[in-house]
Protein backbone atom coordinates (compact mmCIF):
# COMPACT_ATOMS: atom_id res chain seq x y z
CA UNK A 1 0.00 0.00 0.00
CA UNK A 2 3.20 2.29 -0.69
CA UNK A 3 3.82 3.34 2.90
CA UNK A 4 0.04 4.52 3.46
CA UNK A 5 -1.66 3.49 6.95
CA UNK A 6 -5.06 4.26 7.72
CA UNK A 7 -6.55 3.94 11.75
CA UNK A 8 -9.00 2.36 12.62
CA UNK A 9 -9.23 0.03 10.18
CA UNK A 10 -13.07 -0.65 11.84
CA UNK A 11 -15.38 1.79 13.89
CA UNK A 12 -18.95 1.60 15.19
CA UNK A 13 -20.16 4.74 16.49
CA UNK A 14 -23.27 6.16 16.84
CA UNK A 15 -25.39 8.56 15.38
CA UNK A 16 -24.88 12.15 16.59
CA UNK A 17 -20.93 11.57 17.92
CA UNK A 18 -18.04 12.78 16.53
CA UNK A 19 -15.16 10.71 14.45
CA UNK A 20 -11.96 11.17 13.60
CA UNK A 21 -10.22 8.90 10.85
CA UNK A 22 -6.76 9.36 10.02
CA UNK A 23 -4.41 8.67 7.31
CA UNK A 24 -0.42 8.62 7.90
CA UNK A 25 2.24 8.08 4.70
CA UNK A 26 6.08 7.86 4.67
CA UNK A 27 6.16 8.58 1.13
CA UNK A 28 6.71 12.54 1.51
CA UNK A 29 3.96 12.46 -1.40
CA UNK A 30 2.20 16.15 -1.93
CA UNK A 31 -0.75 15.94 -2.33
CA UNK A 32 -3.49 13.07 -0.27
CA UNK A 33 -6.82 12.48 -0.59
CA UNK A 34 -10.18 11.14 1.03
CA UNK A 35 -12.99 8.42 -0.92
CA UNK A 36 -15.47 6.76 0.39
CA UNK A 37 -17.22 3.91 -1.18
CA UNK A 38 -20.47 3.17 -1.80
CA UNK A 39 -22.48 0.20 -3.62
CA UNK A 40 -23.19 1.36 -6.89
CA UNK A 41 -21.72 4.91 -6.71
CA UNK A 42 -17.58 3.84 -6.63
CA UNK A 43 -15.41 6.23 -4.98
CA UNK A 44 -16.36 9.54 -4.52
CA UNK A 45 -13.68 12.27 -3.27
CA UNK A 46 -14.53 13.98 -0.06
CA UNK A 47 -11.61 16.61 0.62
CA UNK A 48 -8.21 16.69 -0.70
CA UNK A 49 -4.85 18.39 0.44
CA UNK A 50 -2.23 19.86 -1.99
CA UNK A 51 0.41 20.94 0.84
CA UNK A 52 0.59 21.91 4.17
CA UNK A 53 -2.64 23.11 5.74
CA UNK A 54 -4.00 23.79 2.23
CA UNK A 55 -7.13 21.42 1.70
CA UNK A 56 -10.13 21.87 -0.80
CA UNK A 57 -13.24 20.10 -1.22
CA UNK A 58 -14.13 17.44 -3.33
CA UNK A 59 -17.46 15.89 -4.68
CA UNK A 60 -19.28 14.77 -1.27
CA UNK A 61 -17.60 17.03 1.34
CA UNK A 62 -21.01 17.84 3.49
CA UNK A 63 -20.94 16.69 6.77
CA UNK A 64 -16.83 16.24 6.57
CA UNK A 65 -13.99 18.65 7.40
CA UNK A 66 -9.94 17.65 7.16
CA UNK A 67 -7.20 19.11 8.38
CA UNK A 68 -3.27 18.68 7.44
CA UNK A 69 -0.45 19.99 10.01
CA UNK A 70 2.12 17.42 8.42
CA UNK A 71 2.62 16.52 5.26
CA UNK A 72 2.83 13.15 6.59
CA UNK A 73 -0.98 13.33 8.54
CA UNK A 74 -4.65 13.61 6.93
CA UNK A 75 -6.98 13.30 8.79
CA UNK A 76 -10.67 13.20 8.08
CA UNK A 77 -13.53 14.00 10.71
CA UNK A 78 -17.36 13.60 10.85
CA UNK A 79 -18.21 15.81 13.24
CA UNK A 80 -21.95 14.40 13.97
CA UNK A 81 -21.89 10.93 12.53
CA UNK A 82 -24.76 10.54 10.55
CA UNK A 83 -26.50 7.28 9.08
CA UNK A 84 -25.66 7.73 5.69
CA UNK A 85 -21.91 8.48 6.10
CA UNK A 86 -21.45 4.88 7.21
CA UNK A 87 -18.96 4.08 4.28
CA UNK A 88 -15.79 2.66 3.72
CA UNK A 89 -13.00 5.01 3.34
CA UNK A 90 -10.38 5.27 1.52
CA UNK A 91 -6.83 7.38 1.89
CA UNK A 92 -4.81 8.14 -1.46
CA UNK A 93 -1.60 9.62 -1.66
CA UNK A 94 0.41 11.10 -4.81
CA UNK A 95 3.65 12.93 -5.61
CA UNK A 96 2.39 14.11 -9.15
CA UNK A 97 -0.37 14.37 -11.51
CA UNK A 98 -0.43 10.93 -12.33
CA UNK A 99 -1.08 8.19 -9.91
CA UNK A 100 -2.72 8.04 -6.76
CA UNK A 101 -1.95 5.09 -4.18
CA UNK A 102 -4.50 3.68 -2.10
CA UNK A 103 -4.59 3.22 1.75
CA UNK A 104 -6.23 -0.17 2.98
CA UNK A 105 -9.17 1.60 4.28
CA UNK A 106 -11.48 2.36 7.32
CA UNK A 107 -15.03 0.43 7.69
CA UNK A 108 -17.16 2.56 9.67
CA UNK A 109 -20.81 1.92 10.89
CA UNK A 110 -22.78 4.68 11.95
CA UNK A 111 -25.43 3.07 14.38
CA UNK B 1 -17.33 17.97 -17.00
CA UNK B 2 -15.66 14.19 -16.97
CA UNK B 3 -17.48 11.13 -15.98
CA UNK B 4 -16.85 7.64 -16.14
CA UNK B 5 -18.74 4.87 -17.54
CA UNK B 6 -18.41 1.29 -16.96
CA UNK B 7 -20.69 -1.23 -18.95
CA UNK B 8 -21.37 -4.42 -16.52
CA UNK B 9 -21.48 -4.21 -13.00
CA UNK B 10 -21.09 -7.45 -13.17
CA UNK B 11 -19.08 -9.77 -15.46
CA UNK B 12 -18.80 -13.66 -15.45
CA UNK B 13 -15.73 -15.57 -17.58
CA UNK B 14 -14.83 -18.98 -17.57
CA UNK B 15 -11.52 -19.67 -16.28
CA UNK B 16 -8.60 -19.96 -19.40
CA UNK B 17 -11.19 -17.45 -21.37
CA UNK B 18 -11.30 -13.85 -22.41
CA UNK B 19 -11.61 -10.59 -20.15
CA UNK B 20 -13.34 -7.75 -21.48
CA UNK B 21 -14.38 -4.79 -19.14
CA UNK B 22 -15.70 -1.69 -20.75
CA UNK B 23 -14.94 1.71 -19.92
CA UNK B 24 -15.97 4.87 -21.47
CA UNK B 25 -15.19 8.26 -20.50
CA UNK B 26 -16.25 11.96 -20.87
CA UNK B 27 -13.89 15.08 -20.65
CA UNK B 28 -13.16 18.28 -21.64
CA UNK B 29 -9.67 18.12 -22.31
CA UNK B 30 -7.35 14.82 -23.30
CA UNK B 31 -7.82 12.63 -19.78
CA UNK B 32 -5.10 10.49 -18.13
CA UNK B 33 -6.81 7.09 -17.81
CA UNK B 34 -6.07 4.25 -15.20
CA UNK B 35 -7.52 0.69 -14.18
CA UNK B 36 -7.23 -0.06 -10.40
CA UNK B 37 -8.23 -3.72 -9.21
CA UNK B 38 -9.79 -4.15 -5.29
CA UNK B 39 -9.72 -7.59 -3.86
CA UNK B 40 -12.01 -8.06 -1.21
CA UNK B 41 -11.05 -6.35 1.98
CA UNK B 42 -8.35 -4.44 0.27
CA UNK B 43 -7.54 -1.23 -1.17
CA UNK B 44 -6.88 -0.42 -4.47
CA UNK B 45 -4.10 -1.44 -6.62
CA UNK B 46 -3.20 0.46 -10.07
CA UNK B 47 -3.15 -2.11 -12.61
CA UNK B 48 -2.06 0.05 -15.89
CA UNK B 49 -2.54 3.51 -16.88
CA UNK B 50 -2.36 5.89 -20.01
CA UNK B 51 -0.80 9.28 -19.57
CA UNK B 52 0.84 9.85 -23.41
CA UNK B 53 2.49 7.77 -25.98
CA UNK B 54 1.51 4.54 -27.02
CA UNK B 55 -2.25 3.82 -26.82
CA UNK B 56 -1.82 0.81 -26.06
CA UNK B 57 -0.34 0.09 -22.07
CA UNK B 58 0.25 -2.30 -20.00
CA UNK B 59 -0.06 -3.43 -17.03
CA UNK B 60 0.43 -6.06 -14.37
CA UNK B 61 -1.09 -9.72 -14.11
CA UNK B 62 -1.29 -9.80 -17.69
CA UNK B 63 -3.55 -7.02 -18.25
CA UNK B 64 -3.53 -4.45 -21.37
CA UNK B 65 -5.73 -1.39 -22.04
CA UNK B 66 -5.88 0.54 -25.35
CA UNK B 67 -7.03 4.22 -25.35
CA UNK B 68 -9.07 4.89 -27.98
CA UNK B 69 -9.96 8.78 -28.32
CA UNK B 70 -12.15 8.59 -31.48
CA UNK B 71 -14.23 6.50 -29.43
CA UNK B 72 -13.80 7.49 -25.94
CA UNK B 73 -12.89 4.33 -24.49
CA UNK B 74 -10.08 2.37 -22.27
CA UNK B 75 -11.05 -0.68 -22.47
CA UNK B 76 -9.23 -3.40 -20.04
CA UNK B 77 -8.32 -6.92 -21.69
CA UNK B 78 -6.58 -10.21 -20.77
CA UNK B 79 -6.72 -12.97 -23.04
CA UNK B 80 -6.78 -15.98 -20.18
CA UNK B 81 -8.64 -15.56 -17.16
CA UNK B 82 -7.14 -17.27 -13.88
CA UNK B 83 -9.23 -17.75 -11.01
CA UNK B 84 -7.09 -15.30 -8.92
CA UNK B 85 -8.44 -12.29 -11.53
CA UNK B 86 -11.74 -12.24 -9.42
CA UNK B 87 -11.92 -8.98 -8.03
CA UNK B 88 -13.67 -6.04 -8.57
CA UNK B 89 -12.13 -3.13 -11.26
CA UNK B 90 -12.07 0.13 -11.57
CA UNK B 91 -11.53 3.04 -14.81
CA UNK B 92 -10.78 6.23 -13.39
CA UNK B 93 -10.21 9.51 -15.40
CA UNK B 94 -8.30 12.69 -14.49
CA UNK B 95 -7.95 15.82 -16.00
CA UNK B 96 -3.75 17.35 -16.18
CA UNK B 97 -2.98 20.33 -15.44
CA UNK B 98 -6.00 20.96 -12.97
CA UNK B 99 -4.65 21.31 -9.67
CA UNK B 100 -4.19 18.21 -7.14
CA UNK B 101 -5.50 15.79 -10.44
CA UNK B 102 -8.40 14.63 -8.81
CA UNK B 103 -9.55 10.98 -10.03
CA UNK B 104 -13.30 10.14 -10.97
CA UNK B 105 -14.21 6.56 -10.92
CA UNK B 106 -16.67 4.79 -12.40
CA UNK B 107 -18.86 2.79 -10.16
CA UNK B 108 -17.05 -0.79 -10.98
CA UNK B 109 -17.41 -4.13 -12.62
CA UNK B 110 -17.01 -6.79 -10.45
CA UNK B 111 -15.29 -9.71 -12.35
CA UNK B 112 -16.23 -13.57 -11.31
CA UNK B 113 -14.34 -16.20 -12.86
CA UNK B 114 -16.00 -19.77 -13.34
CA UNK B 115 -13.64 -22.96 -13.01
Given at each position: ???????????VTETGTPVTLRCHQTENHRYMYWYRQDPGHGLRLIHYSYGVKDTDKGEVSDGYS??????EDFLLTLESATSSQTSVY???ISNSQETQYFGPGTRLLVL | AQSVTQ?????S????????????????VPPYLFWYVQYPNQGLQLLLKYTTGATLVKGINGFEAEFKKSETSFHLTKPSA?????????CAVSLPGTG???????????LTVIP
Open positions: DAGITQSPRHKVSRSKTFCA | LGSHVVSEGALVLLRCNYSSSHMSDAAEYFANNLFFGTGTR
